[in-house]
């Protein structure tokens, strides 16, 4: 009889498909990472239910969507109570365990449950010398988090093993990195020095034929930017030495976009380099490099730390009997739309990197491209574990998939929504959508809560379609064209089905706009 297997979650925060090599876009070399897809799946359409921290830890955690789980934006932290996968695969035998970063709450009633051992970052963590929060209480442990994190994870293994080596275990292992600011460690210092890094086909984007709410959105590297991101500072005083365009300094100090004929001082952190520019597309390009070479250096470690956690498996004689997965809890801009962040339902940001490797029963080298969503992953583990899958979960499992047996009614659909939340820093715009294989709807709408940075609420509400096969940028809305009016009619029939399928409340009156198209 097979063992069941070991399951090992890795997932960090923002790393996008785009900075795996395995994925094929050129950009940074990630060995370690390309290992797991070598020896298992490398999927190409795992998508998040909401493209922000919080709400994808807890859809991952608890297999349901968010409007569920109550877990809809960055403030509204996990129930402790509420059932989750780590409760049923405890229950069902398995020892549990999670360190690293959390971001569901870590005050009475929202840390981690269902787990024999944890050990949390709080909120986001620190790169250095991070606090740590434990059932024991609090406590501060020195070096570099990527580091620490992995050792914490292979130590509890170790443990685990030793005290009964049938006894299978989980482990989420949640790395802080690579979100921002991007502070790598400095052995990491000799990458990308001597090269820069192309700027994606799209940096310059207009926002043109789009909903209003990607022009509005506040993510751009030219403007958006902290200088504490990238590791700039500004000269001391004022706009006479720092450059005309001083941005209001609450509720953090962002390195303005440099306009013709204005100039800009900015020193560099780690160097004390000055450099003064006065050409404000090179100014971009320079914040971009710095972006992108800081986001490749701290996602080295991670790769090293995976690199270890496989090496160590393999010296166990424990590879075959494990399901090794790396994803992140949501992807990422690299430049792409200009932008750096995430929040949108457009792909940069959407796709989840998933790899997954268990030599017995995923095929070595093997893609899929059937879609997936973050909630599956629960129902999955437990359908390896041997366990039933609660009548709650809301997910699928994905064994078919990654078995290269997908049942014939898998559904093509990925559903996606985003909640306003008082965020005037990248005023975001709720929205929500679904995608298939080739198509992406997304509807803006208002929401009436008068948060701070929500869509104006007297602007229409906004739809935009998206035809990936020949616009694969996303850069052409054709909600509105009359070629796409039975795509628009089939896609909002996915919609409105998956939202009645998982009883999320819509926005939209899908009598009404099909009336208006029909016109
Ligand atoms: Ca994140």
Redesign the pocket.
């Known amino acids: 009889m097979t063992k069941r297997p070991n399951i090992i979650f890795i997932m960090s925060?923002?790393h996008a498909a785009q900075a795996i090599s395995c994925y094929g876009h050129g950009l940074n070399e990630t060995p370690n990472l390309d290992r797991i897809a070598q020896g298992g799946m490398r999927h190409d359409a795992t998508y998040v239910t909401n493209?922000?921290?919080t709400p994808?830890r807890a859809a991952i955690l608890t297999g349901t969507y968010n409007h569920t789980n109550c877990v809809t934006t960055l403030d509204t932290h996990i129930d402790n109570r509420m059932p989750n996968v780590a409760k049923t695969l405890r229950a069902g035998g398995y020892r549990t365990a999670i360190f690293g970063k959390w971001?569901l709450g870590e005050t009475a009633g929202h840390t981690p449950t269902g787990f024999d051992e944890w050990s949390i970052v709080p909120g986001q963590g620190d790169y250095w010398d991070p606090a740590f929060i434990s059932p024991e209480g609090r406590k501060r442990i020195p070096g570099y988090a990527t580091d620490i994190i992995t050792d914490l994870s292979i130590d509890f293994m170790e443990r685990s093993i030793a005290s009964d080596p049938d006894q299978p275990f989980f482990l989420m292992c949640h790395h802080k990195a690579p979100?921002r600011n991007w502070q790598y460690h400095p052995r990491y210092k000799h990458l990308w020095a001597d090269k820069d890094v192309p700027l994606p086909a799209t940096f310059h984007d207009d926002y043109r034929n789009r909903a209003a709410a990607a022009a509005a959105a506040k993510m751009r590297i030219k403007e958006d930017m902290l200088y504490e991101d990238i590791a700039l500072v500004q000269p001391e005083g004022g706009a006479d030495v720092a450059g005309e365009m001083m941005v209001d300094p609450w509720p953090m100090r962002k390195i303005p976009e440099l306009m013709p004929g204005e100039t800009i001082t900015v020193i560099c952190s780690e160097t004390g380099t000055n450099y003064t520019f006065d050409d404000p597309a090179e100014f971009a390009a320079f914040k971009f490099q710095r972006y992108m070479k800081r986001y490749f250096r701290t996602i080295a470690a991670i790769d090293d730390g995976v690199g270890k956690m496989l090496d160590w498996l393999e010296d166990k004689g424990l590879a075959e009997d494990t399901i090794v997965i790396y994803t992140?809890?949501?992807g990422?801009f690299l430049g792409e739309h200009g932008w750096f962040d995430?929040r949108f339902m457009y792909r940069e940001s959407h796709q989840m990197p998933f790899l997954v490797r268990y030599p017995r029963a995923i095929a070595a080298g093997s893609t899929s491209a059937d879609i997936a969503c973050n909630v599956d992953f629960a129902p999955t583990f437990l359908d390896y574990a041997g366990l039933q899958m609660p009548n709650y979960m809301q997910g699928r499992s994905l064994r078919g998939v990654w078995e290269e047996k997908t049942p014939d009614d898998w559904e093509q659909v990925a559903y996606h929504r985003y909640w306003m939340h008082n965020d005037i820093i990248h005023n975001a715009w709720a929205h929500y959508g679904v995608r298939d294989d080739r198509y992406l709807l997304i509807y803006w709408y208002n929401d009436d809560l008068g948060q701070i940075g929500a869509r104006p609420n007297d602007a229409p509400p906004e739809w935009e379609l998206f035809d990936t096969q020949v616009d694969p940028n996303e850069l052409n809305n054709v909600a509105a064209d009359p070629a796409y009016a039975g795509v628009f009619r089939d896609m909002l029939a996915k919609l409105d089905r998956r939202m009645a399928l998982i009883g999320d409340i819509p926005e939209h009156d899908s009598a009404v706009v099909l009336a208006g198209l029909a016109a």
């Open positions: 925060d923002d493209s922000i921290c994808s971001h979100h992140s809890d949501q990422f995430k």
